[in-house]
């Protein structure tokens, strides 16, 4: 499999705001802290495949409820996929297994995108402000990142699990830019594996 990394775009922002919008609705009756659009369709002059990913943090206590409101506007709960605190959802239309890397023909329509709720406060969540932080700060860690993306979309792969290794070691890079200790980076790193 092949997936697609594109040049940034600037209807990436507008498109989160659009998504960010319409999640508020949903989510009009469940207190959230805020909607963050996290990834690297969030990072300015950063290549991405075109999936918008957003982070809905809420607090342990509401997360049924999220979830509920959620499943109820035909988005798909996948669970945690292996990220604790993480639940990740299949925008509405798309089924848990769907294609959601980058590439195939729903991609040529439109962008899209991912929706996770978050645990206030757990690694999930402060591993994507981080890295946000980080490539927004640091523009040679962010070029740096953006070729081993073109690298890996470069390859044929046997499957996205094998794209997600081979950005392991720069995304403990960034980590380790922004204070991450190494044992801090384990379950980051065992999640990747």
Known sequence: MKVSVEPYSPDWPKRFLEL?????????DVPIVSIEHIGS???????????IDI??????????????????????????????GRVAFREPGYGR????????????????????????????????LDVRRVLLGNPSLREEY???????????????????????AILCKILREAGWSEEELEPVIKANE
């Open 20 to 28: 960010k919008e319409q999640l508020q609705d949903i989510l009009k």
């Open 97 to 128: 297994f769907d294609d959601a890397y980058g590439g195939g023909e729903n991609l040529k329509v439109r962008c899209r995108y991912h929706t996770y709720l978050v645990i206030e406060g757990c690694t999930a969540l402060r591993n994507h």
């Open 146 to 168: 953006g070729q081993v993306k073109s690298q890996l979309a470069e390859k044929e792969l046997e499957n996205i699990d094998e794209y997600v290794r081979g950005k392991t």
């Open 41 to 51: 369709t969030s990072i300015p002059s950063l290549q991405a495949k075109p999936v």
């Open 55 to 84: 982070d809905i943090i809420i607090s342990l206590s509401l997360l049924e409820s999220g979830k509920n409101a959620l499943i109820q506007a035909g988005f798909t709960d996948c669970g945690e996929m292996g990220i604790s």
